[in-house]
């Protein structure tokens, strides 16, 4: 267990000796220590330190906006500079044993390796003396309230360190691959404190797997048999992790330095400029009258929270201080209300737009533009959400809840259907005029659109900011009080329209503009900037309490506080991206990914099932205890080749993005599971309740998440993969229902309590509505197989535009034997000889054998892997098949037949209450 994990066990204990949860100040330093920084200082060195992180801010905002033209190496140097020295003064060192024992023991256990990769090509007497350094930083220790002087020069070593490539770019440029005697000891000490920095800002966890990986990459010959690798000497590791761009300061850094700082800023200023309290507000008045209201409300404020957030400990914090309290109050234990915050605030990272920063990094490593991950993403997280939703609905009519009090009369519900049928109608024309609208400005006028633009923007803002003044402002109520009545919800959204302005801004620039994402923030923190500036003052103005100097003066300190808690929220991720990139240099320095593809291919036997199912576990061992940008950097590096090679291997063939999404979803899901389910840890103190239920609890609500990846990679329709519009609007329908009716089955409640047989049942039918192609393929199968020498004649009965599914026998690039499934597009031809050489190949026969002859450039073929003296295994040809969605039919009369079931014996439930009575 981590040392914050021991911190928030213990916030716990103190929680249950009759407080049942944490005050706000225990509360803002569970955040703290989690996100921003544990240390607390005033004076000089406090304003310092506030100083930094604002520049850090101000220097991002620079390099992101148009003017802002930078060597991407250099400012990655520079971001990583801000992150180490923030990261050490703003965390202090831990002084738990186990902490102690890691700090102190790490470090000099890295000098020993790198003494022994040296293999005594340069002078090594130097390499111990930093790592006794760093480790008595760690054994004279940190308070929390001063930074000491050994803290400060620990700081500026590793900001320095941080700053190389920046100060002497083009002398290393001019070495790559020589490194001097200055280069070694540089790269040594930044090794040794940023992973120093990795355990105060992050824990333990992320340090040991990034020690581990550099004591792999050395000690390679050492190692068992099938991950044995050469081993590389300090010269290369060196070179690779940090005078290049391979490893510390790769894909990874440069994705937080250019995207994921800026977004985590956008979502710190709209925060404190009063979003994150207007998101709960709405959410509760529309839904907080429900059976089980404020878990729904907590539901849907968390996904609105997760939008905009990278951490789900955060979110867990910020929406779980008031949720939590309330859903224990209509009747939720102190277990089930933290982990329905847990799932929902977890939920929160696989939402677009942000993802907790992984969306950027996935652009990266899919190599497809952010517009199509955000699509493919989209459906199966919008599900999740509302099976939790149901979940919550459930949970509620097994216990009999009610919701809390309205302070209104609700309207009879055919007023209330047209009321929204009318707002859903007014928001189609608006939407629809400001698309087409925009779309005539900018050729119009094309030098000053942009000016005509934030001119309508701005006429909106203040129409919005004055509809917003005539309605009583907004205030954190203390859940703790005595809930006498709902807000209303038709002020209470008024009261804040104007915070949706930035998120359209966004959303535009984004999908529309089809700018890029950093960029795209920029410009919305841009926009932010310009409410916070001007929010107060025009609001005092319209309510007649205009003080304009004072006014306009806390609007000036919103937007120096937002920007320095978005610097402060940035320091994780940017340690946690440049350390996962020490893992993922390691990955590309010894092959270890495909060493690892032969151990998971040898445990499950090569059953696709086993292979995904052992990735699962995988990437949920491997994502225990880091942030999620880093943990979607380490499954991605790791794992996503294990699926895409064995998968291929074994007649499997996924898309890319199904297979980072895969692991993505499994990782995140480590901050529920226990035993070091941060995110559980962190409701658990909220809520008074036991860490390890919660996270139990919270696991089971998140079946719903874990079920979802195994069942896009084997129906892409999910991920809107080659789906159009009235497809992707059906594809949306039926999952969603078969989600619902997966919840009701795991949740053991559907109209009423379920019967195992019911069950069963349930289960069936959610997995025929989600894949009726499993249930058609056997009844029709989609593929014939014909012999290796028919393959001519195969490709003549293929139609033009199908697929031709071909099984080889080759060598890797290793020379290693492989076998494989090649996926071969079949073109336009009068013969299937013709139709063979239009797709790139030539066959020649030996005996009963066929073997490629020879493979065109850059054709299908090519593309498809496929090369010369391969030999073809097997041919599969496509035939005419009906549709899968007539295995709809009997899954409905098998709900149908549940659903007879269950509402008899509701009904009976219901008569016999009033007797019981």
């Known amino acids: ?113 790198f003494m022994i990769a040296a293999k005594d090509s340069i002078a090594i007497w130097w390499i111990p003396l930093p790592a006794i350094a760093v480790a008595a930083t760690v054994l004279l220790g940190s308070p929390k309230d001063h930074v000491p002087v050994w803290e400060w020069i620990l700081a500026i070593a590793g900001a320095l360190s941080a700053l190389y490539l920046f100060l002497f770019y083009r002398e290393i440029a001019n070495r790559v691959g020589a490194p001097i005697m200055q280069d070694y000891v540089v790269a040594v000490i930044g090794m040794l404190i940023l992973l120093e920095a990795t355990r105060r800002a992050l824990g333990p966890a992320l340090m040991i797997v990034a020690s581990i990986f550099l004591l792999y990459t050395v000690l390679g010959p050492q190692m068992p048999g099938i991950i044995a690798h050469k081993g590389n000497s300090l010269s290369e590791i060196v070179n690779h992790q940090w005078i290049t761009t391979e490893g510390v300061f790769g894909i990874a850094l440069g994705v937080s330095t250019s995207f994921v700082f800026l977004f985590v800023l956008f979502g710190s200023l709209l925060d404190r ?111 999740s959400y509302i099976a939790l939703v149901y979940i919550v609905h459930l949970e509620a009519l097994k216990a009999g809840m009610q919701g809390l009090p309205r302070a209104y009369t609700p309207k009879p519900l055919v007023q209330r259907l047209v009321g929204i049928a009318f707002a859903i109608i007014a928001i189609c024309v608006l939407s629809f005029v ?154 590309s320095q010894t092959g270890v990914g495909s060493a690892l593809a032969d151990v998971v291919e040898v445990l499950s036997g090569g059953n696709i099932l086993a292979i995904l199912a052992l990735t699962a576990v995988l990437s949920l061992i491997l994502g225990m205890g880091l942030p999620t940008t880093a943990n979607y950097i380490v499954v991605s590096a790791l794992l996503a080749p294990v699926i895409v090679t064995l998968g291929q291997q074994n007649g499997l063939i996924v898309p890319l993005i199904a297979v980072h999404l895969f692991v993505f979803y499994f990782g995140i899901m480590a901050d529920v599971t226990p035993p070091v389910g941060l995110a559980s840890f962190a409701a658990a103190a909220v809520s008074g309740g036991d860490p390890i239920k919660t996270g139990v609890v919270a696991f089971f609500y998140s079946l719903r998440t874990a079920a979802l990846p195994f069942l896009f990679i084997f129906n892409t329709e999910l991920l809107l993969i080659n789906v159009g519009w009235a497809q992707g609007i059906f594809v949306f329908v039926i999952a969603t229902v078969a989600m619902l009716l997966f919840a009701a089955a795991t949740q053991g409640w559907f109209l009423a309590k379920n019967r195992f047989y019911e069950t069963i049942a349930l289960l069936l039918v959610a997995f025929t509505l989600f894949r009726p192609g499993f249930w058609m393929d056997m009844v029709a199968p989609p593929y014939d197989e014909v012999a290796p020498t028919e393959i001519q004649q195969a490709a003549a009965d293929t139609p033009a535009g199908d697929d031709l599914r071909i099984r080889v026998a080759g060598v890797n690039d290793l020379g290693d034997p492989i076998e494989f499934v090649a996926i071969l597009p079949i073109g336009e031809g009068a013969t299937g000889e013709e139709k063979l050489e239009n797709a790139g190949l030539l066959f020649r026969e030996d005996g009963d054998r066929m073997i490629i002859d020879d493979v065109g450039f850059d054709t299908p073929a090519q593309n498809a892997g496929l090369d010369w003296d391969q030999e073809v295994l097997r041919v599969l040809k496509p035939v005419p098949q009906p549709t899968k969605y007539l295995m709809f039919i009997p899954a409905l009369l098998l709900l149908a037949l549940v659903v007879f079931l269950q509402r008899g014996r509701a009904a009976r439930g219901a008569r016999s209450k009033p007797q019981a009575a």
């Open 273 to 383: 400029a009063g979003a994150g309290n207007y998101f709960i507000q709405v959410a509760f008045s529309l839904m907080g009258h429900m059976k089980g209201g404020p878990a729904k409300a907590a539901v849907v404020a968390s996904a609105m929270t997760g939008l905009i957030s990278g951490s789900s400990i955060a979110n867990v914090v910020t929406t779980g201080t008031f949720t939590i309290p309330l859903m224990k109050k209509v009747g939720f234990s102190s277990e089930k209300a933290g982990a329905v915050e847990v799932a929902s605030s977890v939920n929160g990272q696989i939402m677009p737009p942000v993802m907790g920063a992984a969306a950027f990094l996935m652009v990266e490593y899919v190599g497809i533009p952010y517009f199509d991950v955000v699509k493919h993403a989209f459906l199966p997280a919008v599900i």
């Open 434 to 587: 400001v698309y087409y609208g925009m779309g005539w400005i900018r050729p119009a006028f094309p030098e000053t659109a942009g000016y005509i633009i934030f001119v309508f923007l701005t006429i909106v803002y203040v129409a919005l900011l004055y509809v917003a003044s005539k309605e009583e402002p907004l205030k954190m109520d203390d859940p703790n009080d005595e809930v006498t009545s709902l807000p209303l919800p038709g002020p209470t959204a008024r009261s804040g329209l104007h915070f949706i302005l930035p998120v359209v801004v966004l959303v535009w620039a984004l999908m529309v503009d089809r700018l890029s994402p950093g960029l795209s923030a920029f410009w919305a923190s841009a926009y932010m900037i310009f409410i916070l500036l001007t929010q107060r003052p025009l609001m005092a103005i319209f309510r007649g309490e205009s003080r304009l100097a004072t006014d306009i003066k806390d609007g000036f300190m919103d937007l120096i506080d937002g920007l320095v808690t978005g610097a402060r929220n940035m320091i994780g991720i940017g340690i946690a991206t440049a350390t996962a990139g020490i893992i993922v240099g390691a990955v």
């Open 1 to 113: 267990m981590t040392n914050k994990d021991q911190q928030q066990a213990a916030a716990v204990e103190a929680a249950a000796d009759g407080r049942g949860g944490l005050s706000q100040t225990e509360l803002d330093e569970l955040v703290a220590s989690s996100d921003t920084g544990g240390r607390s200082v005033s004076g000089p060195v406090g304003l310092l330190l506030m100083l930094v992180a604002l520049a850090w801010s101000l220097f991002q905002l620079y390099i992101a906006s148009p003017f802002g033209l930078f060597n991407d190496t250099l400012a990655r140097s520079i971001h990583l500079g801000f992150a180490v020295f923030l990261g050490i003064m703003a965390f202090p060192a831990a002084r738990t044993p186990f902490q102690l024992a890691l700090g102190i023991v790490v470090p000099l256990a890295l000098a020993a390796l």
